[in-house]
């Protein structure tokens, strides 16, 4: 499928763990075609919304520095896109002061993810009430025409949207509004255990499979996926079990589907099984063998984000000091 180009694009994700192949074939794999499409793409680990929620500090750095490793490992070039972190550019945090003052409770108060996650409101943290401006500011600063959402974050951009407009009507044009980027045509990966919920980084590590996934642990998890009742595949009927797996096998192997429903036709869920493992490792070795690398060499990776991190600040800076600017600030060169 035809991907925009000439756009500018920023997504971030979370350091809160190693991507695993549903982040990489319903956002990850779409930022390098994005990549590719000769846009202006801004990538960011997304640290600061990690601590919204309880973290280990002391394993934290470790975390951020794998989630660069294997974004770096999986194909984003640093000197076609700028990949940075999100607290090495302090033009978030400020711009989030500012653009807090132009948000209503009452929106913050709507924001579903909050919700869900906020089940005790009185002990949980303001930072993640107050975390969609910070996704807005994000997006904000880079003048963003395209922003890579999933379904559970339309709404967020929607506030995004809501608080450009308002601030372009209160202090002149500044902003771009960004519009949503959702590709509907993505493999939705469930986890291995459970097909009726997603694949998830904070769930069972035996429910996904992640990119740096050893060969022992992609054959184990395969192994131990569930699968529907009998023990062979019948291609009429498909329950939600086998049809994640297969769903898997397509999306990494490039095989169509009706060549899969005649590879594995009539054949026993074991067969079935240990072929996707093997296909996975094949294509997951590179990954995490690329990863190791980078992390072996932490002056070689700190130097590529301290790279994205100077263009990032170029940008953000500069809008930062704009917005100031309209506001009525006095500033200092």
């Known amino acids: 499928m035809p991907y925009p180009s000439n756009k500018r694009v920023f997504s971030g994700i979370q350091p809160t763990g190693v991507p695993h192949i549903g982040n990489y074939l319903g956002a990850l794999k779409q930022w390098i075609n994005l990549q590719k499409s000769n846009n202006t793409c801004f990538w960011s680990i997304v640290d600061l919304h990690a601590i919204t ?13 794998t989630t660069a490793a294997t974004l770096l490992a999986i194909g984003i070039d640093p000197e076609k896109s700028i990949l940075f972190v999100q607290s090495h550019v302090p033009a978030h945090t400020e711009a989030t002061w500012l653009m807090s003052c132009q948000t209503k409770y009452s929106e913050l108060q709507r924001m579903t993810q909050f919700k869900d996650k906020g089940e005790n409101q009185a002990s949980v943290s303001t930072g993640l ?32 949207r809501t608080l450009a407009t308002r601030f372009n009507n209160t202090y002149n044009h500044l902003f771009t509004v960004p519009e949503p980027y959702i590709i509907k045509e993505v ?10 919920k997603k694949m998830s980084k904070s769930g069972n590590p035996n429910d996904a499979i992640f990119l740096t996934d050893s060969q022992d642990e992609i054959q184990k998890k395969i192994k131990t996926a569930v699968t529907d009742s009998g023990s062979t595949f019948d291609p009429d009927n498909i ?11 397509i ?65 953000a800076q500069k809008n930062l000091r704009e917005m100031k600017s309209r506001m009525g600030f006095t500033q200092i060169s």
Do not use: C, W
């Not at 493999?187 to 009726?196: E, F, G, I, N, T």
């Not at 990954?287 to 600040?313: F, Y």
């Open 251 to 315: 999306a990494f192997s490039g095989v169509g589907v009706e060549e899969t429903m005649e590879k594995f036709g009539g054949k026993g869920y074991a067969t079935i099984k240990n072929d996707i493992a093997e296909m996975l490792i094949e294509k997951l070795t590179p990954i995490r063998n690329k990863v190791r690398i980078l992390l072996d060499n932490e002056s070689s990776l700190m130097a590529n984000l301290q790279l994205g991190a100077r263009r990032a600040n170029e940008v």
């Open 187 to 196: 493999a939705r990966v469930m986890s291995l255990k459970d097909p009726a």
């Open 53 to 65: 929620m309880p973290y280990d500090a002391g394993t934290y750095k470790t975390k951020v520095l």
């Open 239 to 249: 329950g939600p079990a086998l049809k994640n797996l297969l769903s898997i096998y």
């Open 129 to 160: 009430f107050v975390y969609p401006v910070l996704m807005a500011v994000d997006i904000l600063l880079y003048q963003a025409d395209l922003v890579p959402v999933g379904d559970d974050q339309v709404q967020h951009l929607e506030l995004t």
